[in-house]
């Protein structure tokens, strides 16, 4: 173990187990432990190891229907894969290349014809990201 601070004790009759404030599941699994077999109240056992009590029974929940591998963090981030892959990206920079009057709706209703699912939105961020949109031209007298 690291240092005391880095350190949560789940203690019971005959004696005590040092669970790392790092360990997401350790605490987890040891917050139900306090709480189902040591009569710790849900509030007190979810303060001590970080959690809400909304949190908490959550994780009950949790463990009750899959036990200590519904408990294991999951993988952030989108469900689903990419929308904007590197064939719609280059579809898109073809458009603007071909046509840099071309609006974002139109390359979107183009690419739907083509069988791509892509928003407008989508094809905003692309244009944004990759400096594709239309650079307007500025004198010095603050007139276009």
């Known amino acids: 173990m690291a240092n005391k601070e880095d350190v949560i ?3 019971g009759q005959f004696g005590r187990l040092a669970i790392n404030s790092n ?3 350790g605490k987890k699994v040891a917050m139900l432990i306090e709480n189902q077999c040591l009569g710790v109240p849900a509030n007190a056992a979810a303060k001590k190891y970080g959690y809400s009590r909304t949190r908490f029974y959550q994780l009950k929940d949790d463990f009750e229907r899959g036990g200590t591998e519904a408990l294991l963090s999951k993988k ?3 469900g689903r894969k990419y929308v ?3 064939t719609i990206n280059n579809q898109i920079i073809r458009y603007k290349f071909l ?3 071309i ?3 139109v390359i979107a209703q183009k690419m739907r ?4 699912k892509i928003s ?3 094809v905003e961020r692309t244009i944004t990201e990759l400096g594709l949109q239309k650079k307007t031209l500025f004198l010095k007298s603050g007139k276009k």
Do not use: M, W
């Not at 014809?113 to 791509?116: D, F, K, R, S, V």
């Open 120 to 122: 407008i939105r989508s």
């Open 23 to 25: 360990d997401n599941l």
């Open 113 to 116: 014809q083509l069988g791509y």
């Open 76 to 78: 952030k981030g989108p």
């Open 9 to 11: 004790y789940l203690e």
């Open 103 to 105: 609006s974002a709706p």
């Open 84 to 86: 904007r892959t590197e």
């Open 99 to 101: 046509d840099p009057e």
